[in-house]
């Protein structure tokens, strides 16, 4: 299988197709003036993508805005929307735009148009140049940050409406789009966006929302996901000043034998989060997540047979799951189970060579994985008692952004089109 053909924008315009009119009498005829449309828009399509990378967008760093939110609302103006409009929150923007091809049926879509921090000297390439190398055994490819997570999908989606109005082809359906700049710190603003009176009119009118998603392994094996897990993301921040125990300051190493280390009151607080082994969250009174249903577990095993778990653990660079459980298991578990995980530790001199100090401050950054059923204010609410009951209340919980778990059944429109996109 070509692992690029499913997620091309000749794929994305059945999908549209599909999804307003299950006959799909006229599908294959405009799918076909579609195609010679995109063939002959190709390095067009490739170069908006390589201008898109460049245009960069670090919400954590806050670095490329407010002109990368316009430069999303031009991008759907370019590709038929009739009005793109940016929206200013109490954070990043957001866009929001709409296309009303006077169709019957109405989706929603959902973009990102932030990217995640990157260090230069870690790339292959340089992240911001979009640079097409060889890359085997996949041939050309693109290099760049947000190339796969998540402009080069949403791009695709783009080309799709590109090809579909330069075929002449009527679109089948009317597209409301919504756009985030801060879905890479957790989305702590995107409830005001879709609040927004005329947004939220709009986003009422849809059978669903859809996020182009690249999501093809190395056998070409395509995973459908049916929602997402919530996410909380937080600082947890020990300091002697807070602490009432530990220095105001950094002072000489030599005191830690009379005074205390918020860094190792830090670390101490850590240890109560979970197990032993860190895999099992132990935070009193948690919420519970759903156990999952045999319907399921019955896609999971699917999946599990499917997917090659050598390709799996190459592409993650592990040698084993979690309690060396079997690839069914793992899979089971990685859809069932929340998580606290943490993401990095500072605290204190991080340089070359050492430096004799007590640091006077430390910090965790965290980020807590939802399953269904679980709200993320519960899981915030009983972390803070959590340590407030075990002698921590002093440790700071700033929590950066987060959402609740989604999930979509099977049987849904936007589910069962994309299934028919893939089998096509």
């Not at 759903?290 to 095993?301: D, G, V, W």
Request: net charge neutral; with cysteine.
């Amino acid at each position: 299988m070509n692992r690029m053909r499913l997620f091309s924008p000749a794929a994305l315009a059945f999908t549209l197709l599909w999804t307003a009119n299950s006959q799909c009498y006229s599908a294959e005829t405009d799918l076909a003036a579609i195609k010679a449309e995109i063939t002959k828009r190709h390095d067009e399509a490739v170069k908006r993508l390589q201008d898109w990378i460049g245009q960069v967008s670090i919400a954590a760093e806050d670095r490329g805005y407010p002109e990368t939110a316009e430069y999303m609302a031009k991008l759907a103006r370019d590709a038929g929307f009739q009005q793109a409009t940016v929206i200013n929150t109490d954070g990043k923007p957001g866009v929001f735009a709409t296309l009303d091809a006077g169709a019957p049926k109405t989706v929603g879509l959902y973009f990102m148009y932030d990217v995640k921090q990157f260090d230069p000297s870690e790339w292959s390439s340089p992240p911001t140049e979009a640079r097409i190398v060889d890359k085997p055994p996949l041939g050309k490819v693109m290099i760049g940050r947000g190339a796969v997570n998540q402009k080069g999908p949403e791009a695709a989606f783009l080309e799709a409406l590109h090809a579909i109005r330069g075929a002449g082809k009527k679109m089948p359906v009317n597209l409301v789009l919504v756009a985030e700049g801060e879905e890479e710190i957790g989305s702590p603003h995107i409830p005001q966006l879709v609040r927004r009176p005329e947004v939220l009119a709009a986003l009422k009118k849809c059978v669903g929302v859809f996020m182009p998603f690249a999501a093809q392994d190395l056998d070409g094996i395509v995973t459908v996901n049916l929602g997402s897990k919530g996410v909380i993301e937080l600082e947890l921040v020990s300091s002697g000043e807070k602490w009432g125990r530990g220095p105001a300051k950094d002072i000489h190493s030599s005191l830690k034998a009379m005074v205390d280390s918020p860094a190792w009151h830090l670390v101490k607080a850590l240890n109560t989060l979970v197990s032993d082994d860190g895999n099992v969250i132990m935070i009193d009174n948690y919420p519970k997540p759903l156990p999952l249903s045999a319907e399921e577990k019955a896609m999971i095993e699917k999946v599990s047979k499917t997917r090659s778990e050598a390709l799996a653990k190459k592409q993650f660079s592990v040698q084993h799951w979690i309690n060396d459980l079997p690839w069914e298991q793992a899979n089971e578990r990685l859809e069932s189970q929340p998580t606290v995980n943490i993401e990095g530790l500072v605290g204190g001199y991080t340089g070359p060579g050492g430096k004799t100090i007590l640091p006077h401050r430390a910090v965790a950054k965290i980020d807590m994985r939802l399953a269904p059923d679980m709200k993320a204010a519960d899981a915030l609410a009983a972390l803070k008692a959590h340590l407030a009951k075990r002698g921590f209340g002093d440790i700071e919980v700033n929590m950066t952004g987060g959402y609740d778990p989604t999930a979509t059944s099977k049987d849904s429109a936007l589910i069962q089109a994309q299934l028919a996109t893939y089998k096509k």
